[in-house]
């Protein structure tokens, strides 16, 4: 486990069998490069570590909500439009991202929201100075799984603490405080940094004047906790899984990863996006578990091994258990004291197709703070990408996000 140290191993492709070199990939991009004592992907995709990414560093323990602490913290984050802008957005990063958001000077590489952020876009940089951090425990330089603990000098690797959401909000608003920002005019988030971004306006009431929440719930249900069970003991059971160490043996679980992947690609999108986007018939040549006779199936394929290449198993783990442990109640006596601690001005986003975080999640949040008499909307988005609505169906979302922001 040296940095710079050139890993390679062949892995076993989800389909057809073949000795082409196009199929022998070498994850890390060929290279595990070690900086700012982090192990960092090397790899120009929305998966790799920003060249225009800053950082800040607290050495104070940082508490979590499980209990135990870690003993310090790096933070990751990139921002655009004016630093001296009051006028604040926060985004909260979803499970697969990082703090590129959006191309900058420094790193013109398109982000994961490159359409959402910039001038005269949803999150205008004209008018607002827009941040968004990495999440904690995410492979993109915030402390994590793939960071070194200070205390033993080797990677954290299975022996990081599991977190939640309110850790994440805790942690970016450890964030704020350092750039000496008091208060924010938005947090904004989707997915898991949706939910990131609830926690963070029921933790922190004060701070943030509003609230955009896409995609998110106030508390997981059983069924999409059953969905991220599943996708995490394909990894888990993955033979070079290693209970975790797997760095230790210059190897990675790529096939439970794949098989994680596509079975979130599949609870991603909706039953009639999939219908309309690949063909149905299927093609030849036939063999036992061994090819790809339709479509969607080599899309997934794709998927799968874009994703591989680019992220951490372990961190992925930590992240999705994360999601599972969603919960506005923790630490308190009701469910209800922690929806209702939310003072923010708030539009709860949900897409109609959305199968992990469905339609009457959402609404039952929006209810609840309506019923108690606080500044509430609700949007419905008909997309037919469902819970990846918001990373996809721009038309819909940019003037809604826009006209909440700004007026």
Same mark, same amino acid.
């Given at each position: $486990?040296?940095?710079?140290?050139?890993?390679?191993? $062949?892995?076993?492709?989800?389909?057809?069998?073949?000795?082409?070199?196009?199929?022998?990939?070498?994850?890390?991009?060929? @290279?595990?490069?070690?900086?700012?004592?982090?192990?960092?992907?090397?790899?120009?995709?929305?998966?790799?570590?920003?060249?225009?990414?800053?950082? @800040?560093?607290?050495?104070?323990?940082?508490?979590?909500?499980?209990?135990?602490?870690?003993?310090?913290?790096?933070?990751?984050?990139?921002?655009?439009?004016? =630093?001296?802008?009051?006028?604040?957005?926060?985004?909260?990063?979803?499970?697969?991202?990082?703090?590129?958001?959006?191309?900058?000077?420094?790193?013109?590489?398109?982000?994961?929201?490159? =359409?959402?952020?910039?001038?005269?876009?949803?999150?205008?940089?004209?008018?607002?100075?827009?941040?968004?951090?990495?999440?904690?425990?995410?492979?993109?330089?915030?402390?994590?799984?793939?960071?070194?603990?200070?205390?033993?000098?080797?990677?954290?690797?299975?022996?990081?603490?599991?977190?939640?959401?309110?850790?994440?909000?805790?942690?970016?608003?450890?964030?704020?405080?350092?750039?000496?920002?008091?208060?924010?005019?938005?947090?904004?988030?989707?997915? &898991?940094?949706?939910?990131?971004? @609830?926690?963070?306006?029921?933790?922190?009431?004060?701070?943030?004047?509003?609230?955009?929440?896409?995609?998110?719930?106030?508390?997981?249900?059983?069924?999409?906790?059953?969905? $991220?069970?599943?996708?995490?003991?394909?990894?888990?059971?993955?033979?070079?899984?290693?209970? +975790?160490?797997?760095?230790?043996?210059?190897?990675?679980?790529?096939?439970?990863?794949?098989?994680?992947?596509?079975?979130?690609?599949?609870?991603?999108?909706?039953?009639?996006?999939?219908?309309?986007?690949?063909?149905?018939?299927?093609? +030849?040549?036939?063999?036992? +578990?061994?090819?790809?006779?339709?479509?969607?199936?080599?899309?997934?394929?794709?998927?799968?091994?874009?994703?591989?290449?680019?992220?951490?198993?372990?961190?992925?783990? !930590?992240?999705?258990?994360?999601?599972?442990?969603?919960? &506005?109640?923790?630490?308190?006596?009701?469910?209800?004291?922690?929806?209702?601690?939310?003072?923010?001005?708030?539009?709860?986003?949900?897409?109609?197709?959305?199968?992990?975080?469905?339609?009457?999640?959402?609404?039952?949040?929006?209810?609840?703070?309506?019923?108690?008499?606080?500044?509430?909307?609700?949007? @419905?988005?008909?997309?037919?990408?469902?819970?990846?609505?918001? !990373?996809?169906?721009?038309?819909?979302?940019?003037?809604?996000?826009?006209?909440?922001?700004?007026?």
């Amino acid at each position: $486990r040296q940095c710079g140290a050139h890993w390679a191993r $062949r892995w076993t492709p989800l389909g057809p069998p073949t000795t082409s070199a196009a199929h022998t990939t070498s994850w890390l991009g060929g @290279v595990a490069a070690c900086q700012l004592r982090n192990y960092v992907y090397e790899k120009n995709s929305i998966f790799a570590v920003s060249s225009g990414r800053r950082i @800040v560093k607290s050495k104070k323990p940082f508490a979590l909500q499980l209990g135990g602490s870690l003993p310090e913290v790096d933070i990751t984050y990139e921002e655009w439009g004016n =630093a001296s802008n009051s006028k604040v957005i926060l985004v909260m990063p979803s499970l697969s991202v990082g703090s590129h958001a959006r191309s900058s000077v420094a790193d013109p590489t398109g982000g994961w929201w490159e =359409a959402m952020i910039g001038p005269n876009k949803g999150l205008d940089t004209d008018k607002f100075r827009v941040i968004c951090p990495s999440a904690l425990g995410a492979p993109y330089g915030t402390t994590s799984p793939v960071s070194i603990n200070p205390e033993t000098g080797k990677l954290y690797g299975p022996t990081f603490p599991q977190i939640t959401p309110a850790d994440q909000a805790r942690c970016h608003k450890l964030l704020l405080e350092t750039l000496g920002i008091d208060k924010i005019h938005t947090v904004v988030g989707a997915s &898991l940094g949706g939910c990131t971004a @609830v926690a963070f306006a029921s933790e922190f009431p004060e701070t943030a004047e509003r609230l955009l929440a896409i995609a998110a719930t106030g508390k997981t249900t059983p069924r999409s906790v059953a969905f $991220r069970h599943v996708q995490r003991q394909a990894i888990i059971r993955d033979p070079d899984y290693l209970n +975790g160490y797997y760095f230790d043996h210059n190897t990675k679980p790529v096939n439970g990863m794949a098989v994680a992947r596509q079975i979130g690609m599949i609870t991603y999108r909706s039953l009639d996006e999939f219908n309309q986007k690949f063909k149905w018939n299927d093609k +030849g040549p036939y063999k036992l +578990g061994a090819s790809f006779n339709f479509a969607v199936e080599e899309y997934l394929h794709s998927k799968a091994k874009d994703f591989i290449d680019g992220f951490d198993a372990n961190c992925y783990l !930590l992240l999705s258990k994360c999601t599972d442990l969603m919960d &506005l109640g923790r630490g308190r006596q009701h469910y209800s004291d922690g929806v209702l601690a939310i003072k923010a001005k708030t539009l709860i986003i949900g897409a109609e197709t959305d199968l992990i975080i469905p339609m009457p999640e959402q609404n039952h949040l929006f209810t609840l703070l309506q019923a108690h008499g606080k500044d509430v909307s609700l949007q @419905v988005c008909p997309s037919l990408y469902g819970h990846d609505a918001f !990373l996809l169906d721009y038309p819909w979302f940019i003037p809604q996000i826009r006209r909440f922001v700004e007026n």
